[in-house]
C-alpha cells in the first residue's frame, strides 16, 4: 500500500497562480487516477478535478490537473486565485492491491 | 439534484454501537458504489468503507474492519453503517459519498452529503 504526501500548508495573494503537489510513496502514480476534492471551512468536500485533469462541470477551468511520473506526484494548479478558494485541498487515489481509497493529508491554502 | 442525506449521528460513550443512515435522491441509486468517509476534529479525510451496487461486495479500512458494518437498501435509496465497540478515536464527521467511475477500475467521490457528526465520550 501507498500514502500521498501533501504539504501542509500553501499562501499566495490573489491574482496569482499557486500549484498543489501530491507525491505517492510508492507504485507509480501513472497506475490509478489522481482526484482533488476541496473543502471550505464548515463544509462537505467538493470535487475539483477527477481522472487526473478532468474538471466536473461548474469548476471553473482556473482549477487544472496534471500527473509528473518523473516525480511520481500529482498536481492541482490554481491561476487567477480568489479569495473563495482559500480551503483546504485534498488529493485522493485508489490502492488496487488492498482495494482501499487512499487520501493525502490535506494542504491548507491561504490566499492574501 | 443529487442529494445525500446522512442521520444518526450522537454522543455515544466507548464500547457502544451507533447506525448511521444515508439518504439519497436525485440519481438512479441501485447503479452506483457508495462509500463511507470521515473526517476527525481538525484532522484529514479518512476513507472507512464502500460497498457495491448489490451489496456483494464491501471493503473497509483496517481500523473499523469486524467493528463496523457497511449495508444498503436499494428499495429505499439508503446506505447505513452500523458501528460496534465504538472508540474515543472514532469520533469524527461521517460522510456518506457516491462513488463514481473515472474510467477502467478507477472511481472518485462526485457526490458527498453535509455529515453527521458522532462523539464517542464518556
Keep these: ?112 | 439534484e443529487v442529494q445525500l442525506v446522512e442521520s444518526g449521528g450522537a454522543l455515544v460513550q466507548p464500547g457502544g454501537s451507533l447506525r448511521l443512515s444515508c439518504t439519497a435522491s436525485g440519481f438512479t441509486f441501485n447503479n452506483y458504489w457508495m462509500t463511507w468517509v470521515r473526517q476527525a476534529p481538525g484532522k484529514g479525510l479518512e476513507w472507512v468503507a464502500n460497498i457495491k451496487q448489490d451489496g456483494s461486495d464491501k471493503y473497509y479500512v483496517d481500523s473499523v474492519r469486524g467493528r463496523f458494518s457497511i449495508s444498503r437498501d436499494n428499495a429505499n435509496k439508503s446506505m447505513f453503517l452500523q458501528m460496534d465497540s465504538l472508540r474515543v478515536d472514532d469520533t469524527a464527521m461521517y460522510y456518506c459519498a457516491r462513488r463514481a467511475v473515472a474510467g477502467w477500475s478507477n472511481w472518485y467521490f462526485d457526490f458527498w452529503g453535509r455529515g453527521t457528526l458522532v462523539t464517542v465520550s464518556s
Excluded: M
Excluded at chain 1, 497506475?31 to 476541496?38: A, I, L, T
Excluded at chain 1, 471551512?41 to 478535478?49: D, E, L, R
Excluded at chain 1, 492541482?76 to 473563495?84: D, R, V, Y
Design chain 1, 1 to 112: 500500500n501507498f500514502v500521498l504526501t501533501q504539504p501542509h500548508s500553501v499562501s499566495e495573494s490573489p491574482g496569482k497562480t499557486v500549484t498543489l503537489s501530491c507525491t505517492r510513496s510508492s507504485g507509480s502514480i501513472a497506475s490509478n487516477y489522481v482526484q482533488w476534492y476541496q473543502q471550505r471551512p464548515g463544509s462537505a468536500p467538493t470535487t475539483v478535478i477527477y481522472a487526473n485533469k478532468q474538471r466536473p462541470s461548474g469548476v471553473p477551468d482556473r482549477f487544472s490537473g496534471s500527473i509528473d511520473s518523473s516525480s511520481n506526484s500529482a498536481s492541482l494548479t490554481i491561476s487567477g486565485l480568489k479569495t473563495e478558494d482559500e480551503a483546504d485541498y485534498y488529493c485522493q487515489s485508489y490502492d488496487t492491491s488492498t482495494l482501499w481509497e487512499v487520501f493525502g493529508g490535506g494542504t491548507k491554502l491561504t490566499v492574501l
